[in-house]
């Protein structure tokens, strides 16, 4: 759950028998997290297969171990880190990350900066919005209005206020460029008139991002 927040795809295996199966069935996986305590085939020998099948791999071990002799063993079948449990999401994030730069040293996983609001991503540095992970091409002024309304979600934000944040306040057309910016955006995004409403019309004020809670 907190994986799909930050923005990641993920597999889920209950077992490393089904963990094996689904990175030989869908082989563009970059990181495993690969839990010790495996109900059949061990973590250990789950490991082992992956990085002599998959040698790019990134994999992270899980453990409730914290003897030093389950670190060794780990590394030792082809972990490239591991993560003593109980450990907090923010932990595990944070080494998700490192790993991923260090197999991807040009490029970046997640910007630190990133404005997450499930099921959407906001990327500032990058100019990137992104859904479930997958990327939705936005004009200049589109991405401009979305940073503004995500920055400040659930808050009703007057269109004379985002028009003149986005076009600036010496721009002397009408309001109605907003709306027809709003309509662009939320097809873009897939909102329908039915399913969940992310970008609400205020009605006689302005436009909010509603916050979409599971």
């Known amino acids: 759950m ?3 927040r930050a923005g990641f795809e993920v597999t889920e295996a209950a ?3 089904a963990a094996l199966a ?6 563009d996986f970059d990181i495993a997290i690969l839990d010790l305590m495996l109900p059949g085939i ?3 020998e789950v490991c082992a297969l992956l990085r002599r099948e998959f040698p790019r791999l990134g994999i992270i071990m899980l453990t409730a171990k914290s003897q030093e002799i389950d670190k060794v063993m780990g590394l030792d079948s082809g972990a490239d880190d591991y993560v003593i449990k109980p450990f907090s999401p923010v932990e595990l994030l944070a080494r998700v990350r490192s790993l991923y730069r260090r197999m991807y040293p040009g490029e970046a996983v997640l910007q630190e900066n990133s404005i997450q609001l499930p099921p959407f991503t ?3 540095d990058e100019r990137k919005l992104l859904k479930d992970g997958v990327e939705i091409a936005l004009t200049p002024t589109e991405f401009s209005i979305v940073k503004l ?4 979600p659930n808050k009703a934000v007057n269109r004379d206020d985002i028009l003149t944040s986005v076009w600036g306040q010496y721009f002397m057309g009408e309001l109605k460029i907003v709306d027809v910016n709003i309509s662009r ?4 995004i897939g909102q329908g008139a039915t399913g969940p409403q992310y970008l609400e019309t205020v009605w006689g004020f302005g436009y909010l991002w ?3 809670h599971c």
């Open 2 to 4: 907190n994986l799909r």
């Open 15 to 17: 077992t490393g028998e």
């Open 22 to 27: 689904a990175a030989r069935g869908q082989r």
């Open 42 to 44: 061990s973590g250990f």
């Open 122 to 124: 906001l990327m500032p």
């Open 149 to 152: 309304l995500m920055e400040q």
């Open 185 to 188: 955006i939320r097809q873009k």
């Open 210 to 212: 509603r916050v979409q």
